[in-house]
């Protein structure tokens, strides 16, 4: 990794919900941290060798922390049971970032955002800003049951005229289905719309919202929509370097380079995170990523190389 880090001390964890704790980090020898934006993530480097994306929670306004929370997936990588099983206050973990990649539009009159389970991380930093910006906006928050969705005590102490909070739980609605359809057709024509929560709910809003303004509809994936493309049988020419490697069945063009002892920017390894994008100078790339639009895929000018393969038989990259 070629990105700048710091070293951040963990000075609280606290329960949210269950299986989802949250935990406060501050700067190791006390002071500011980086100006974040609402909707901004930051990649914490865990001891194992993982690197894992986090949504920040907390106001945009405060400079003396941030705060993540961590939901234990019960189909885990390794890096969720890692935080939950290892990580304990006062230990230093370092992290890079922030970045966001999900960027609050403060500019909006209305904002509607549509948070499934954990989901809600990002979208808690955008309430916050709204608020203190005074704009309108409503949440829409789904979850499995009321134990397993976090931060309803402190959405719920959120009082003004100009939002709406309705929240849903699988098992409290009689066999009903979570009307995301209704929600995006009852949203006023200026609105702005946003989605995080899990694959299914995100490619049922990007189905709902596929009439309105692309740069009015904002999703973010914490999970691949596909699965990486591992097929091989291609070469990757790196342009600056002048070497060629070759990407074997099996693996991703991140892991050929790797193997090879290139030095490559990745973090979540999924292709939502935007942190491995590499230009494309010339080749078709076979894109696997959430985080390019489609016209940003069909233009063929970037790749995310931690997911995405290659349609012609030699990929040249700025490398």
Known sequence: MTEMTQDVLVKRIGYEAERI???????????ELTPFTAGSHIDLHLPNGMLRCYSLVNDPRERH??????????????????????????????????????????????????AGGIG????????????????????????????????????GTVRSDHSRIHVDFDDE???????????VGNAPAHAHLYC????????????????RPADRVH??????????ATG????????????TIAVEP????????????????YACTEGVCGTCETRVVEGIPDHRDQFLSEEEQAANKSIMICCSGAKSRTLVLDL
């Open 21 to 31: 704790n949250s935990y406060e980090l501050i700067a190791q020898r006390g002071g």
């Open 65 to 114: 922390r941030y705060v993540i929370a961590v939901n234990r997936d019960a189909e885990s990588r390794g890096g969720s049971s890692f935080v939950h099983d290892t990580i304990r206050v006062g230990d230093i973990i370092t992290i890079s970032g922030p970045r966001n990649n999900f960027a609050l539009q403060e500019q909006a009159e209305h904002s509607v955002l549509i």
């Open 120 to 155: 809600i991380t990002p979208l808690l930093s955008m309430i916050r800003r709204l608020e203190a910006l005074g704009r309108r906006w409503d949440l829409f928050y789904a979850a499995r049951t009321r134990a397993a969705a976090a931060f309803l005590d402190e959405l």
């Open 173 to 183: 609605r009689s066999g009903r289905l979570f009307d995301l359809p209704a929600i």
């Open 196 to 211: 995080c929560g899990p694959v299914p709910m995100l490619v049922a809003f990007e189905a709902a919202t596929a009439d």
């Open 219 to 228: 999703v973010e994936y914490f999970q691949a929509r596909e699965a990486a």
């Open 232 to 243: 091989g049988g291609f070469d990757v020419r790196l342009a600056r370097s002048n070497r």
């Open 250 to 265: 099996g693996k991703t063009i991140l892991d050929a380079l790797l193997d090879a002892g290139i030095a490559a920017n």
